[in-house]
């Protein structure tokens, strides 16, 4: 199983950016996709998440501000960013939680992670 993650960059304060990432390989189902960050000296955190059937959960620091999405035929999942702060500066981090067999619990697996930087 592999999660590609694209789309990070560097922005200037009040810009937007859309994460995208890409779920492959064999495994039965998703169950929950998500996005998490980790800032420099800070503990990794979540930022927001999808289940399968479309409800959503966010971190308090950034609703109304970021949207995820997915597409389940496509196994994708976007993040779009908007109102960007240099406190959302951080490396993001795709998750998902999924079975590889029918009979399998389900476990978390991650992507590389891509690069978020705000500038003031």
């Known amino acids: 199983v592999q999660l590609q993650a694209s789309g990070g960059g560097l922005v200037q304060t009040g810009g937007s950016l859309r994460l995208s990432c890409a779920a492959s390989g064999n495994f039965f189902e998703i169950n929950t996709m998500g996005w998490y960050r980790q800032a420099p000296g800070k503990q990794r955190e979540l930022v927001a998440r999808?289940?399968?059937?479309?409800?959503?959960a966010y971190a308090d620091s950034v609703k109304g501000r970021f949207t995820i999405s997915r597409d389940n035929a496509k196994k994708t999942t976007h993040l779009q960013m908007i109102s960007l702060k240099p406190e959302d500066t951080a490396v993001y981090y795709c998750?998902?939680?999924?079975?590889?067999?029918?009979?399998?619990?389900?476990?978390?697996?991650w992507g590389q992670g891509t690069q978020v930087t705000v500038s003031s």
């Open positions: 998750n998902a939680d999924l079975k590889l067999t029918r009979y399998t619990p389900n476990h978390d697996y």
């Open positions: 999808i289940g399968n059937t479309g409800t959503t």
